[in-house]
């Protein structure tokens, strides 16, 4: 074989290709991404992800959010492959918020499972245009010619060139048919199945990497927001005398009243703007406010759970229904019934929220710690009164998400005061703004009942979920539950069940709402499988034993064929790509079994407690062993299974695994936001405390190969560990806990 040497200058003079600006392969939305490129030098445009140098480099953009969970490593991962590029000469750059390149709203586990198909498409795509590119110039039929590994070879006499000389020519081709395109076999992947490391680990772990508190520009000033602590309230009158005395203290601004309903906008308080942070903190903490609390002053989430209970016990809007409950309840010989409660909690990512703004009369340009840039385009737009397109929003790296960055309240903070003084401004949230005045997560409560026979069969089983809806921050005034959140791990029971129904109510609240990592999953899945284990108590039976009863035989569940629930969201996936598999419930616990001795002899105060849960498409099984000794609980190690399909990057669903452990066992053991006289009690880790190291178990995480299309995997780890843990609690101590956190029976 013959490697065919030529530069770049007489590669263009022997086709005849002068000029840039190629932009072949792109549509028209591939204009709106050539801002991207600006400060690079005559990369050639395949589409608006993949772009390739002279210098034979490849530009990959990544248009989602990293915040540690490997989303930047993964989308290129996808790409590169079926580009089948050499990874030592891909440049990696984060792309601005964009319509064109599809959701950048990078939560809901949609990384990878939304984007499989379609990023691999891109890079075949690519991949076929630089081929096409190859067989005009050698005037050679397509068939005859062959990209793998930043080349392309001639079959028919194993000449070569690289991309980079291939570029210009591949840039005019025209884009393929997504028909016509050829993919890879697993066999064949490079990229795929191999745990990649993240792109910019050498960067984040020697502190060369930009967070979104990080942000620095010139003339830049800091602001720091008192912000009313009850929803709704709003500013009586202030005195900011002594705050402008604080030497660095430029401006002291009221900011907006809040409005219904709350969405993401900018809320009421009082902004401090300064030179450097301390003097803003400074500043704000010599304010004098004085606050008209307003109609919600009064709440009390103790109240509310009691109200939530109450309602629990009631019947209430059915959602889905299978067989005659009445006439199941009347053939059981034994009748179980449990309540549950999670309570309110907050997402406390590492980084509190941070954005930066600067806007003109012509354009508004926001750097900020966001899951979501094109929330912040659609949010920002009326505030600045500009066309979407005069909008520029950069993606910084997010020191944790959880679904609170998602929301984009904090960016317009900073447009609105960038906007209102003229000037550069980043927006800082302390911790305890994050936690007093942020998004919560939903408390829960939740009743269900079941009628069983004599061989352990369920005969009859009826359930009610009671929550504050998401929706009452869209809509404040509701008391209706989303099918979208009666989809989590609420109206898919994986259980062979003669009868069923399932009822639900909302809880109109005054507090912010929103998604949390796994959402209404977490209190689902804690009454769902805290419940299975009390059934199979009560039967005498091994919880795993009786599981594989309840599974029944091999076969897949259509919530709305099987229980009537006819808006089933499935995590906006469809169920012939991804139906609900007991198999794979199945081959989750084998996994379990396999990994764990559940039958061994251990000392007293020690046992092991399992939950499986399907959640954002992916199968998860948590097994975990404690102890309770003189009140006292220890959790001593937590095994994972998980089934997620595809696993891209197999390293990076370890990692996840691993973190949704943490986080679940932190939410587990001592998550509560408490709410008194209308405003949040806690205020930063003191009090609403994360896991410390002392208190992380053995930790273990195994993935089940697969060809299933790929799950999520950020979120699908957190709903079991909850149940798993109150399993092994009764297991250990025949205490059985229905309610969250348990630090409120046992020391932590």
Known sequence: MNTFKLDRREFLTLTGIAGSGLLLGCNDKATSGKQLFGQSSEPQKLNVFVSIRPDNTVDIINHRSEMGQGAKTGTIQMIADELDVDWEKINVIQGLGDKAYGSQNTDGSTSVRQFYSKLREVGASARTMLEQAAAEYWQVDKTKVQAKNHKVTNLTNGNTLNYGDLAELAAKQPVPDVASLTYKTPEQFKYITKPVPIVDLHDMTTGNTTFGIDFEMPGLLIASIERCPVLYGKVKSFDATAAKAVPGVVDVINMPDTVKPVVFNAGSGVAVIATNTWAANQGRKALKIEWDLGENKDFDTEVAFADMASKAQNPATRSAEKGDLAAGFAKATKTLEANYKVPFLAHAPMEPPAASAVVTDTSCEV????????????????????????????????????????????????????????????????????????????????????????????????????????????????????????????????????????????????????WMRSVSNIPHAFALHSFVDELAHAQGIPTRQYLRQLYAEDRLVSPPNDYGFKNYKNYDESLERHPVNIARFKGVLDKLEALVDFDEKLPEGQAWGL?????????VGVASKVQVKNGKLTVLEMQSVIDCGVAVNPDRVTSQIEGAMIFGLSLALMGKIEVKEGAVVQSNFHDYPVLRMSQCPKLNVEIISSEHYPGGVGEPGVPPVAPSLANAIFAASGQRYRELPLNQYLQV
């Open 367 to 514: 750097w900020a710690a966001t899951q979501n840039p094109q929330a912040v385009m659609s949010t920002v737009a009326g505030l600045v009164g500009l066309k979407p397109e005069q909008i520029k929003v950069h993606v910084t790296l997010l020191g944790g998400g959880f679904g609170r960055k998602s929301k984009a309240d904090f960016a317009a903070e900073a447009v609105y005061l960038a906007k209102k003084t003229g000037k550069p401004i980043k927006v800082v949230w302390t911790r305890e703004d994050d936690l007093r005045v942020g998004y919560f997560h939903a408390g829960a409560a939740a009743y269900i009942k079941a009628g069983v026979d004599d061989n352990a069969n369920i005969t009859a089983w009826q359930q009610r979920s009671v929550m504050p809806s998401i929706k009452t921050t869209f809509s404040h005034n509701t008391e209706d539950m989303l099918d979208v959140e009666l989809t989590l791990g609420f109206n898919d029971i994986p259980f062979k069940l003669e009868s069923l129904q399932s009822e639900s109510s909302g809880y109109v609240n005054p507090v912010r709402i929103g």
């Open 611 to 619: 939950a499986i849960h399907r959640s954002f498409v992916s199968y």
